[in-house]
């Protein structure tokens, strides 16, 4: 059967080929014949049929083509005094007889290309198709060959191929002898016989239909790789749901000791879980414990949710502020956590390190919300200075110069360790930060007008267009000037001492130094405070994390910064705010809030390549 249908296959096959090979053997040999002949010539067959024929098996005798026409153009041309043995196109320079051979060379190449690879594939792919149908099939073609040879055998005559003559001769005189006799004399009826043989067939075919729905049912009975595969991924699907909500509910009893330890109520309505009515008494707590022998987890799954609830060891010094910290103002959680989209992109920056986040399941950003397979990688720059030990570092408050408090508020601190207040994060550790909790900066953005050629101000939808102070940083990246450790002040001397130093300052006869000194700290007067908290960063981690005071300080008069300038070789520029200015994308909203403030032209473009819209301080 199978090598029946392959060959089926291959009469097609050999009909395709058969158009490629006349083809080009019926052009190769109009060009390596240039003599017309006027009568048909056994040779060229040859060079249409079977020289392309032994092309398809390898033999491509590129040596032969220069040979043949070498001798078949030095024949067309007659030349007595040619030996066409030793005649070359190439050392006659036979332009015609060159250019026929590079003709036929291209030609072979593409025949090639085309008949030995394109149609000797499709004809392995057309087996390996029947040969896939027939396997699939093999059940079934091998029943109805058996029930062939059944039929065969039983019409065969029993006796071998010299006596089975005789039984044939046999049988047809008695075929003959029933048709005569019934014609004649209505005699030697075979009604009898023909039920006989009525009956057997009848007793075949059910027994065949018998043995065929036995078959189909036991192939509805027996389950397909694919269909094991089905149900053992069902089964643990469904051994994953009960894991989960056995730790639900595990976490929600851990939730409700934890709300009892402190005090029954959470005091944080900000949060997004569930707040308890009442207070749960002793009976309730000692039946939430004795409910834990119903879970089951292991013992190192077990160590580590407990150190996730473990109370913060309190020293005598925390005690005595306690009642400072309740007066603090709570956390803004709900806001906070929307902030820190930055804060957990998967990709943390810094070279050479590659460091990725572990993915924040969606509603579980939230400290206040137990996850208790949170295990995020630690990480912190071997480049980063040391910081204090853990049981020396008095947060919330400024130590001999050391500030660990937050514009936020009060954060939370567990294990030693503070929480930053957006939520979860995917990382622990430093990362690139200097200091466990709050690293504080100040971020002064600093603008003047920006003037066309002719020194007018540039105008843009009716607003004036603003020149920003801008820090190089590696990457082309321009940066807002960024002077770290500073918590209250939103001019920091640094800022002050850049723009007041001499080598920078523009002087002239009718403006001398101290005269510009005065205006730029009269400019400084005017700043705005723009924002002052959490700063969404990339570089945040759960326990390190960016705050910022943001001021604005333009020359509203315009005869100030503009005698400011800055070196070639400075890592200071004023720099036009356009959509093509690679800004730190951190820096963004609070841009455009100091030019909305300032009533500038907002020139900033979000990364997606929209603008950001108006935002009010």
């Not at 590079?102 to 030995?116: E, H, P, Q, S």
């Not at 002052?532 to 005869?559: Q, V």
């Amino acid at each position: 059967m199978m090598m029946h249908k392959m060959l089926i296959d291959l009469q097609f096959f050999i009909f395709l080929v058969l158009i490629f090979v006349i083809g080009y053997g019926v052009s190769t040999s109009s060009i390596m014949n240039p003599q017309k002949f006027g009568h048909f010539q056994g040779e060229m067959m040859f060079d249409i049929l079977w020289r392309p024929y032994q092309n398809l098996f390898g033999e491509i005798g590129e040596e032969t083509i220069d040979e043949v026409m070498n001798q078949r153009y030095c024949e067309f041309l007659k030349d007595p005094s040619l030996d066409c043995e030793k005649y070359s196109c190439q050392d006659e320079d036979h332009r015609v007889c060159i250019v026929n051979i590079y003709i036929v060379k291209i030609m072979l190449g593409l025949y090639m290309m085309l008949a030995a690879v394109l149609m000797l594939n499709l004809l392995v792919a057309v087996f390996s198709s029947t040969y896939e149908e027939i396997r699939e099939n093999s059940k079934t073609l091998w029943k109805r060959q058996k029930f062939d040879l059944m039929v065969e055998y039983r019409s065969r005559s029993p006796l071998p191929v010299p006596f089975s003559t005789i039984l044939h001769c046999c049988r047809f005189i008695k075929l003959l002898f029933r048709i005569t006799c019934g014609r004649m004399f209505g005699c030697c009826a075979v009604e009898e016989e023909v039920h006989v043989v009525d009956v057997h067939q009848r007793l075949t075919v059910t027994l065949l239909e018998i043995e065929c729905r036995r078959n189909y049912l036991e192939k509805l009975g027996e389950k397909t790789e694919h269909e094991e595969l089905q149900d053992g991924l069902a089964k643990v699907s469904r051994d994953v749901e009960v894991i989960q909500m056995s730790l639900a509910e595990f976490e929600s009893k851990i939730q409700q000791i934890i709300d009892v330890a402190t005090g029954g109520r959470a005091k944080n309505s900000n949060r997004n879980s569930l707040e308890p009515d009442e207070e749960m008494s002793e009976m309730d707590v000692e039946e939430v414990i004795s409910s834990f022998d119903n879970v089951h987890v292991d013992a190192e799954t077990a160590a580590v949710d407990m150190s996730m609830v473990q109370m913060q060891d309190v020293s005598d010094d925390l005690a005595d502020r306690k009642e400072e910290l309740s007066n603090m103002k709570p956390l803004d959680v709900v806001r906070l956590i929307k902030m820190g989209k930055k804060s957990r992109k998967t990709e943390y920056p810094g070279e050479p390190n590659a460091v990725r986040r572990a993915h924040v399941k969606k509603g579980y950003q939230d400290w206040n919300r137990i996850w208790i397979n949170y295990s995020p990688y630690s990480y912190t720059d071997v480049r980063v200075p040391a910081d204090r030990k853990l049981p020396e570092i008095k947060w919330h408050c400024n130590t001999n110069g050391d500030e660990r408090r937050s514009y936020e508020g009060a954060y939370e601190v567990r294990n030693q360790l503070p929480l930053i207040p957006c939520g979860r994060t995917g990382l622990t550790g430093r990362g690139l930060l200097d200091r466990y909790g709050p690293n504080h900066a100040a971020l002064p953005i600093i603008t003047r007008y920006a003037k066309d050629g002719n020194g007018d101000i540039v105008m843009l939808a009716g607003k004036p267009v603003l020149e920003v102070l801008l820090e190089a940083r590696p990457g082309d990246v321009g940066s807002l000037p960024e002077i770290r450790g500073v918590y209250d002040d939103p001019l920091p001397p640094e800022v002050r001492d850049l723009l007041t130093n001499p080598d920078h300052l523009i002087v002239s006869e009718t403006l001398s130094a101290d005269k510009l000194v005065r205006r730029i700290e009269k400019v400084f007067k005017a700043g705005i405070l723009i924002y002052r908290g959490f700063l969404d960063s990339e570089y945040n981690t759960d326990n390190a994390w960016f705050e910022a005071i943001i001021a604005s300080y333009h020359d509203t008069n315009d005869n100030t910064f503009h005698h400011i300038g800055f070196g070639e070789g400075s890592k200071y520029k004023w720099s036009r705010v356009n959509s093509w200015i690679n800004i730190n994308n951190m820096y963004r909203e609070y841009l455009q809030k100091a030019f909305y403030a300032r009533n500038g032209y907002d020139s900033v473009v979000s990364p997606n390549g929209s603008s950001l819209h108006h935002m009010g301080s």
